[in-house]
Structures are given as C-alpha cells and as structure tokens.
C-alpha cells in the first residue's frame, strides 16, 4: 500500500476522533484489517507501515483499557480503540426537542415534554403486544422469553420501547447486556436519543443510565438510584459483587435483557445468568 493512501486513512480517522466529544473510535479488528486491504489475511510488512504511520501521526492503539505497541496484537472478533493523543474534548451537544443529548458513560436523562414522532412498523406493535400478554401470564414474577424480529427489524427498538413503558417510565430497574462495545453504544442511543419523550414515558420526567465495559464505566461506580444499566457480561462477571451490593440487593424485581441472545449459552453468559435470578425473586429475562 502506497505511504499517500496510508496517510488518507490516517488523516480520515484523526478528522472522525476530533468529531467525537468522548476523544476516541473504535472498530471490529476484522473490519478494521479491510480499509487497509487485509480481508482475507494479515500482511506483516504492511502491519509494521500502519504501526508507523500511526505513530507520526499521534495516534495511540487500545485493547480496552490497555495500550498496545502494535496493531499486531489483536485477533479477528476483537475490538481495537484508537485514540488521537492531541484530542482536546469539546463539550458539544445535540439538540433534541428542548434538551440537550449528550455522551457520557453514566448520567441522568431528561425525558422531553413532546412527542417521541415514533412510528411502529406492524411487526413491532405485534412483537409488544406479545410482550405484554406473555409477561402479563407470568402474575409479576418469573418470565424467559424470546424475541424473534428479522436483521434489520429493529428488535433494539422494539424491546426497549416495550421496556421504556412498562419497566423505567415506572420506576423499575433494567439491566441490558451486550458483547461489543457498539451494542452497548446503541441500546443507550435508543433509549436517550429516541424514547425519552413524553409519549413513552409517561409522567416520569428522568431516568438515570451507566453504561459499563472496558472502554467505559465500572462496576464499582454502580448506585442504587441506576434506572437502567447497560454493561458488557464480562465486566459484571468480574464486578458481580459490586452490582449485587450497590443494586440488586434492593430489588425484588429486574429485568435483563441479552442482546444478540444466541451468546447466552455460553458459560460465561450463564454463569452471569444464573448469579441475578438467584439475587431476585421476580426475575425476568428477554
């Protein structure tokens, strides 16, 4: 790959980390290999020139917390986090109705005094009304259930609309669970930026968020006054002892959520699984 073409993707990623309030952007390794031509198979000679121009462009390399010295040191299926070490964050917002919709790891959201403009496709409305029916059979305590909607039929929407509704425009906790960071990203996108008006939520004027994964919050800064955490499984796996003390050990009702919810076989996933319904006595899982 020509040096001219390398300093091209350079310069994009600078411009796209300068755009983000929170100083960093982070990509699927795999497809992050595909701008530089390595779909198929990694080119050693051509990783080294990346590392390089990096370098004299000061961007830095993270896996989670950690900083790497090589873009080397990633697998197919991780996350890889750039940081563009001149970033200066700029505290801009973007209008929503009269509010301000910002991006932090954890705060409150205001719930805007108008209407949310949502238009539910006939997929979803069915979806939610055998949400509702379904959980309703359960008497308020125990329910697993499945939601199925094709790729592309918004199931995040669908599921945190019903979820806005019924569980935190009443005051009751959610706990959404996803394995890349972007999920995460999105979950919380959708319940801010699309469903904090006043047609989903009703009377309740805020809800408070965390979002918790290696590149964001942690579970020791988790509240009792959280409305909704939105974390990786690992981070809770790890830090189960602070979400149990400074969350469930309140509760007698929570709501969990598994994205993408072919991954809730694995141990991991279960182990996490089965360590909530034996904290809560109304234990609900989507």
Same mark, same amino acid.
């Given at each position: 790959?020509?040096?001219?073409?390398?300093?091209?993707?350079? =310069? =994009?990623?600078?411009?796209?980390?300068?755009?983000?309030?929170?100083? *960093? /952007?982070?990509?699927?390794?795999?497809?992050?290999?595909?701008?530089?031509?390595?779909g198929?198979?990694?080119?050693?000679?051509?990783?080294?020139?990346? @590392?390089?121009?990096?370098?004299?462009?000061?961007?830095?390399?993270?896996?989670?917390?950690?900083?790497?010295?090589?873009?080397?040191?990633?697998?197919?299926?991780?996350?890889?986090?750039?940081?563009?070490?001149?970033h200066?964050?700029?505290?801009?917002?973007?209008?929503?109705g %009269?509010?301000?919709? !910002?991006?932090?790891?954890?705060?409150?959201?205001? /719930?805007?005094n108008?209407?949310?403009?949502?238009?539910?496709?006939?997929?979803?409305?069915?979806?939610?009304?055998?949400?509702?029916?379904?959980?309703?059979?359960?008497?308020?305590?125990?329910? !697993?259930?499945?939601?199925?909607?094709?790729?592309?039929?918004? =199931?995040?929407?669908?599921?945190?609309?019903?979820l806005?509704?019924?569980?935190?425009? =009443?005051?009751?906790?959610?706990?959404?669970?996803?394995?890349?960071?972007?999920?995460?990203?999105?979950?919380?996108?959708?319940?801010?930026?699309?469903?904090?008006?006043?047609?989903? *939520?009703?009377?309740?004027? !805020? *809800?408070?968020?965390?979002?918790i994964?290696?590149?964001h919050?942690?579970?020791?800064?988790?509240?009792?006054? @959280?409305?909704?955490?939105?974390? !990786?499984? @690992?981070?809770?796996?790890?830090?189960?002892?602070?979400?149990?003390?400074?969350?469930?050990?309140?509760?007698?009702?929570?709501f969990?959520?598994?994205?993408?919810?072919?991954?809730?076989?694995? %141990?991991?996933?279960?182990?996490?699984? @089965?360590?909530?319904?034996?904290?809560?006595?109304?234990?609900?899982?989507?």
């Amino acid at each position: 790959m020509e040096s001219d073409h390398l300093q091209q993707i350079c =310069k =994009k990623l600078i411009d796209q980390i300068q755009n983000e309030e929170r100083g *960093f /952007v982070y990509r699927k390794y795999e497809n992050f290999l595909t701008w530089f031509g390595m779909g198929n198979r990694r080119k050693f000679e051509l990783i080294d020139q990346i @590392d390089s121009q990096f370098q004299r462009n000061n961007i830095s390399i993270w896996k989670g917390r950690k900083k790497q010295n090589s873009i080397r040191n990633f697998k197919r299926g991780e996350t890889i986090t750039l940081r563009f070490n001149g970033h200066k964050i700029k505290r801009k917002a973007m209008s929503k109705g %009269k509010e301000e919709v !910002s991006y932090k790891n954890a705060g409150t959201v205001s /719930v805007v005094n108008e209407n949310s403009g949502i238009k539910l496709y006939k997929h979803q409305e069915e979806a939610i009304q055998k949400l509702q029916s379904q959980i309703g059979r359960s008497n308020g305590d125990i329910f !697993s259930g499945l939601l199925v909607v094709p790729t592309g039929g918004g =199931k995040t929407l669908t599921a945190a609309y019903w979820l806005a509704q019924n569980y935190l425009a =009443k005051g009751k906790k959610v706990l959404w669970i996803a394995h890349r960071h972007e999920l995460l990203e999105q979950a919380k996108a959708t319940f801010h930026e699309r469903l904090a008006f006043k047609d989903v *939520f009703g009377s309740k004027s !805020s *809800f408070n968020y965390r979002i918790i994964s290696g590149i964001h919050d942690i579970p020791v800064n988790i509240k009792p006054t @959280d409305d909704i955490i939105i974390s !990786s499984k @690992d981070s809770l796996n790890s830090g189960f002892d602070h979400l149990y003390n400074n969350w469930l050990k309140e509760q007698d009702e929570v709501f969990l959520v598994i994205d993408e919810a072919h991954h809730a076989t694995a %141990k991991t996933y279960r182990k996490l699984i @089965d360590n909530i319904r034996g904290k809560v006595s109304k234990f609900k899982i989507l």
